[in-house]
């Protein structure tokens, strides 16, 4: 299909309400993913990277997990949660977990121990050392696992939209391939480009306020 044929399709399907309710479906399936991930990857590199216990009983599985691609556990995933959303958001929180706890993890093992030894001296509970110490200290390993994510959220978000979806942007595409309507699928892509490329530049956003706050306190 000619560009000028996907631009019309796009009008056509934004006039009749279709494309932007499918947006929002698919919007709402990768942000429920990314949080749920986000959260789960930052509190298994906090248990693991703080304390001996938490390595032991959390490095090993998440290892195990980060060999076997995400995709490859749909099947199993389909067969415990059935084809319905809880199947496709855990899917897509299990490929963001991996990137986030991996780089959290690694920005923990890196923190100076002169702030580990200060927080003794003033005698920090735990959370107060893991608010003032641990989070800050580990936040650039953070936001790049959080750019890595936030493209693992959306590579899962394509495949598991072809499973049995009723609605969202791989529905769409899926209904399109059906009937031959290319110029439905190049604007499905289009619009998946658009989200990976929107999210992305607002992490780097993010990473660039947030480094260059850390820079002024260490200046």
Same mark, same amino acid.
């Given at each position: ?39 789960? !990857? ?145 604007? !499905? ?31």
């Amino acid at each position: 299909s000619a560009p000028w044929t996907v631009v019309s399709t796009a009008r056509d399907l934004i006039a009749d309400g279709r494309l932007l309710s499918n947006l929002l479906t698919s919007a709402q399936r990768a942000f429920l993913g990314l949080a749920l991930g986000v959260g789960l !990857g930052t509190v298994l590199a906090l248990l693991s990277g703080l304390t001996r216990v938490g390595e032991a009983l959390v490095d090993g599985p998440v290892q195990i997990k980060r060999a076997i691609p995400t995709l490859a556990l749909i099947p199993l995933l389909i067969l415990w949660f059935g084809i319905g959303e809880q199947m496709k958001v855990l899917t897509i929180a299990l490929g963001v977990v991996i990137p986030v706890y991996v780089h959290t993890h690694a920005a923990l093992r890196t923190i100076d121990a002169r702030y580990v030894e200060l927080a003794e001296t003033v005698r920090l509970t735990r959370w107060q050392f893991i608010r003032k110490v641990a989070l800050p200290g580990a936040m650039p390993g953070f936001l790049m696992g959080l750019r890595l994510a936030v493209t693992g959220a959306w590579l899962a978000l394509v495949v598991v939209e072809q499973i049995n979806a009723t609605s969202g942007i791989g529905h769409m595409m899926s209904l399109a391939r059906s009937y031959g309507q290319t110029e439905i699928i190049l604007l !499905g892509l289009v619009v998946y480009g658009l989200f990976g490329l929107a999210s992305d530049s607002a992490v780097r956003l993010i990473e660039r306020r947030t480094l260059s706050w850390r820079r002024i306190l260490a200046g």
